[in-house]
């Protein structure tokens, strides 16, 4: 088997043994890269260079591939995760030349880890969308059919996951990020509990609901990688200072008896039948493991959209009033007073979808209208949230569909940005409520397109999480599949 095709905890275990060298390992991916990046667009900046020099410190002896379980293996993380001297562009015109002075705390821990980043992925502007076409700068491809979507925002991210492009990357969740584009690509995404994961040095979209997370090629990789960016972190207000787990260790642990939650409202007219038979067969998978299946209902569920799309945007319109040309990112040249440069440079720097959800969220935070769309919509999280808490009184972890569509086509919903949204009607409520969740493959359409499972679980209960998605993934074949793309 080729280098560029293990997963992390296999190349390291071979870096370990000395059976591969980090250059070595390097290479392998910078190779691939070279022959199907051209057809995927997953990055928006390749770090080569950079990339070799780092491994050559292992293999001269000067770092250590025991000093972490992921040291020396290459990682490439979403282009809204700031690393110092490393330009991060958010996918957007506004920041196309903006290199930030410091890094995000958890590109420190993967740098602390001594993992090898490769690149900064694409991803859909300012992470607002679902199919990674509202980059500035590229529209990435899915490896499984060029003529499809990765999904988003963080589709750049699972694209390269994918493809074997990198061996696991970072991605950010705010709606489902993580979760549909490692749905759309047949590999694992997990959004880690709201406060697990430090946001520091991530470019802000909604403050309330943005998360890091893994997307990885197998649920062991997610275990190894969430362990290594997560914990407290003072720089972050909504860091929650509790003890991590040992993610891996619980891994192989038997789920017999554990009562797995089947939503009612997660299987709705509408919903892709492909999507519906991967995922009841899932379920009969579970049961032959020994789990218990009960039914729960989370009533609130149809609100999710409309509540979300209030918040978010709400919250984007504030973070990015921000960038007006004054202190950095585009500036126009020639405006005749301080409000045309505002406009134009913004008019400018900014795509549709992003211009969208500021005026949209501009408008809900107004004078008159506040009460009648944030603060409904807030109250509406709060019953989302309560849904989760009554539902997990009942069960350990709850089994849903991740999308109610496997990957459309390229351009398929450009147009109409409701149908865009409505692909996400399965992830939001999980995000809404701040709990943590996996997506893993569940089978395949007749048109050899991924099918994801969603794993969904308490408040920082990610081992829990974990563990149900190894023991699927162990007893199905489907997480070994390689998209055709060469």
Same mark, same amino acid.
């Given at each position: 088997?080729?280098?560029?095709?293990?997963?992390?905890?296999?190349?390291?275990?071979?870096?370990?043994?000395?059976?591969?060298?980090?250059?070595?390992?390097?290479?392998?991916?910078?190779?691939?890269?070279?022959?199907?990046?051209?057809?995927?667009? @997953?990055?928006?900046?390749?770090?080569?260079?950079?990339?070799?020099?780092?491994?050559?410190?292992?293999?001269?002896?000067?770092?250590?591939?025991?000093?972490?379980?992921?040291?020396?293996?290459?990682?490439?993380?979403?282009?809204?995760?700031?690393?110092?001297?490393?330009?991060?562009?958010?996918?957007?015109?506004?920041?196309?030349?903006?290199?930030?002075?410091?890094?995000?705390?958890?590109?420190?821990?993967?740098?602390?880890?001594?993992?090898?980043?490769?690149?900064?992925?694409?991803?859909?502007?300012?992470?607002?969308?679902?199919?990674?076409?509202?980059?500035?700068?590229?529209?990435?491809?899915?490896?499984?059919?060029?003529?499809?979507?990765?999904?988003?925002?963080?589709?750049?991210?699972?694209?390269?996951?994918?493809?074997?492009?990198?061996?696991?990357?970072?991605?950010?969740?705010?709606?489902?990020?993580?979760?549909?584009?490692?749905?759309?690509?047949?590999?694992?995404?997990?959004?880690?509990?709201?406060?697990?994961?430090?946001?520091?040095?991530?470019?802000?979209?909604?403050?309330?609901?943005?998360?890091?997370?893994?997307?990885?090629?197998?649920?062991?990789?997610?275990?190894?990688?969430?362990?290594?960016?997560?914990?407290?972190?003072?720089?972050?207000?909504?860091?929650?200072?509790?003890?991590?787990?040992?993610?891996?260790?619980?891994?192989?642990?038997?789920?017999?008896?554990?009562?797995?939650?089947?939503?009612?409202?997660?299987?709705?007219?509408?919903?892709?039948?492909?999507?519906?038979?991967?995922?009841?067969?899932?379920?009969?998978?579970?049961?032959?493991?020994?789990?218990?299946?009960?039914?729960?209902?989370?009533?609130?569920?149809?609100?999710?959209?409309?509540?979300?799309?209030?918040?978010?945007?709400?919250?984007?319109?504030?973070?990015?009033?921000?960038?007006?040309?004054?202190?950095?990112?585009?500036?126009?040249?020639?405006?005749?007073?301080?409000?045309?440069?505002?406009?134009?440079?913004?008019?400018?720097?900014?795509?549709?979808?992003?211009?969208?959800?500021?005026?949209?969220?501009?408008?809900?935070?107004? @004078?008159?209208?506040?009460?009648?769309?944030?603060?409904?919509?807030?109250?509406?999280?709060?019953?989302?949230?309560?849904?989760?808490?009554?539902?997990?009184?009942?069960?350990?972890?709850?089994?849903?569909?991740?999308?109610?569509?496997?990957?459309?086509?390229?351009?398929?919903?450009?147009?109409?940005?409701?149908?865009?949204?409505?692909?996400?009607?399965?992830?939001?409520?999980?995000?809404? @409520?701040?709990?943590?969740?996996?997506?893993?493959?569940?089978?395949?359409?007749?048109?050899?397109?991924?099918?994801?499972?969603?794993?969904?679980?308490?408040?920082?209960?990610?081992?829990?999480?974990?563990?149900?998605?190894?023991?699927?993934?162990?007893?199905?074949?489907?997480?070994?599949?390689?998209?055709?793309?060469?």
């Amino acid at each position: 088997m080729t280098l560029h095709s293990l997963s992390m905890h296999e190349i390291h275990d071979l870096l370990l043994a000395r059976k591969a060298g980090a250059v070595e390992v390097v290479s392998a991916f910078l190779q691939r890269m070279e022959a199907v990046e051209p057809k995927v667009n @997953a990055y928006i900046s390749t770090l080569g260079e950079r990339a070799l020099d780092e491994a050559k410190l292992f293999d001269e002896g000067k770092k250590d591939f025991a000093s972490s379980a992921l040291a020396g293996v290459p990682i490439a993380i979403k282009d809204v995760i700031c690393v110092r001297g490393i330009r991060t562009t958010c996918g957007s015109r506004i920041l196309e030349n903006f290199v930030p002075p410091y890094d995000a705390t958890v590109a420190r821990k993967l740098d602390d880890a001594g993992m090898i980043l490769i690149g900064k992925t694409n991803m859909d502007e300012f992470a607002m969308g679902s199919s990674t076409e509202n980059s500035a700068f590229a529209k990435t491809r899915n490896p499984w059919n060029l003529e499809c979507v990765p999904g988003g925002s963080s589709g750049g991210s699972a694209a390269a996951v994918a493809a074997d492009l990198c061996a696991g990357s970072l991605g950010t969740d705010t709606g489902g990020s993580i979760r549909q584009p490692a749905s759309f690509c047949g590999v694992v995404g997990m959004k880690p509990t709201y406060g697990r994961v430090s946001r520091f040095g991530l470019v802000a979209f909604a403050s309330s609901l943005d998360q890091i997370g893994p997307i990885t090629k197998d649920v062991e990789d997610a275990a190894m990688l969430l362990q290594t960016i997560a914990g407290h972190d003072p720089r972050d207000s909504t860091s929650v200072n509790l003890p991590v787990p040992d993610y891996r260790s619980t891994l192989r642990d038997s789920i017999r008896g554990l009562r797995l939650g089947i939503p009612r409202e997660y299987f709705i007219e509408g919903t892709a039948p492909e999507v519906v038979s991967a995922v009841r067969k899932a379920i009969d998978t579970y049961r032959e493991l020994g789990a218990s299946l009960v039914d729960i209902s989370l009533p609130h569920t149809e609100y999710g959209i409309a509540a979300y799309y209030i918040i978010a945007p709400a919250e984007a319109s504030s973070n990015l009033a921000r960038y007006d040309g004054v202190k950095y990112g585009h500036r126009v040249e020639g405006a005749k007073d301080l409000m045309e440069m505002y406009r134009r440079s913004r008019s400018e720097g900014f795509g549709a979808e992003v211009k969208r959800r500021i005026m949209l969220g501009t408008y809900v935070l107004s @004078a008159g209208y506040y009460d009648a769309y944030y603060k409904k919509a807030s109250q509406v999280r709060t019953l989302i949230r309560k849904d989760f808490l009554d539902a997990f009184e009942k069960c350990d972890a709850i089994v849903a569909p991740v999308s109610p569509i496997p990957a459309f086509r390229i351009g398929e919903k450009a147009e109409d940005p409701l149908q865009m949204y409505l692909s996400d009607v399965f992830t939001l409520p999980a995000s809404l @409520a701040g709990i943590p969740g996996i997506s893993v493959v569940c089978g395949f359409t007749s048109e050899r397109l991924p099918i994801g499972l969603q794993i969904l679980g308490p408040h920082f209960r990610e081992e829990v999480v974990l563990r149900v998605a190894h023991q699927f993934e162990q007893a199905t074949p489907f997480h070994r599949e390689k998209p055709p793309i060469g």
